[in-house]
T-cell receptor, first 118, second 115 residues
Framework: NAGVTQTPKFQVLKTGQSMTLQCAQD?????MSWYRQDPGMGLRLIHY???????DQGEVPNGYNVSRSTTEDFPLRLLSAAPSQTSVYFC?????????????????FGNGTRLTVT | TQLLEQSPQFLSIQEGENLTVYCNSS?????LQWYRQEPGEGPVLLVT?????EVKKLKRLTFQFGDARKDSSLHITAAQPGDTGLYLC???????????????FGQGTILTVHP
């Protein structure tokens, strides 16, 4: 069972470079999201999607773009990397969005991408 | 933005000791989840609590949701080295409004249990 797959696992970028972090889920989940994890700050929501063609901003969206053309895929794009974007990035999906008024299904996380921007 | 304050940030204890981790907010949540994360992996759900005052037990772990649904605690009895990891609480806001789709995480508690 693949679950949520993130690629790459590690990436080093120079300031100003662009890249795309890939995320794919095979559970037919409606909801997908991207978090960044920094020491002492827990997980902070970057962008999320409640279904194909629908995306919205989270807590820390600046410097990141997303799109959701299919149910399975939710890539995160860094257009011009900055050292402040050095972090571990997690993609997560769930059957229903948080606070949807229905059962709050658990988030299923990928194993993360460790990004360093020099 | 709804905030979750988690404490303590670090816990280092000996095997067999008991411990409690707290998750507090001034906001009301429709439900609260606890996750555990091991190095190099993503968080994994331990439990979801949805009713004010609810208590759930998972072997040696006891989870409680506050009566007002603003706070939660995780209590571990007779901790073991295998309990070592990062524990995260996450709150789902009430349905509707500007917080729709946004799960809020606490800062996390790094637990180390020494043999």
């Amino acid at each position: 069972n693949a679950g949520v797959t993130q690629t790459p696992k590690f990436q080093v970028l120079k300031t100003g470079q662009s890249m795309t972090l890939q995320c794919a889920q095979d559970m037919n989940h409606e909801y997908m999201s991207w978090y960044r994890q920094d020491p002492g700050m827990g997980l902070r929501l970057i962008h999320y999607s409640v279904g194909a063609g629908i995306t919205d901003q989270g807590e820390v969206p600046n410097g990141y773009n997303v799109s959701r053309s299919t149910t399975e895929d939710f890539p995160l794009r860094l257009l011009s990397a900055a050292p402040s974007q050095t972090s571990v990035y997690f993609c997560a999906s769930s059957q229903t969005p948080p606070a949807s008024g229905t059962y709050n299904s658990p988030l299923h996380f990928g194993n993360g991408t460790r990004l360093t921007v020099t | 933005t709804q905030l979750l304050e988690q404490s303590p940030q670090f816990l280092s204890i000996q095997e067999g000791e008991n411990l409690t981790v707290y998750c507090n907010s001034s906001s009301v949540f429709s439900s609260l989840q606890w996750y555990r994360q091991e190095p190099g992996e993503g968080p994994v759900l331990l439990v979801t609590v949805v009713t004010g005052g609810e208590v759930k037990k998972l072997k040696r772990l006891t989870f409680q949701f506050g009566d007002a649904r603003k706070d939660s605690s995780l209590h571990i009895t007779a901790a073991q080295p295998g309990d070592t990891g990062l524990y995260l609480c996450a709150g789902a806001p009430n349905a509707g409004g500007t917080s729709y789709g946004k799960l809020t995480f606490g800062q996390g508690t790094i637990l180390t249990v020494h043999p």
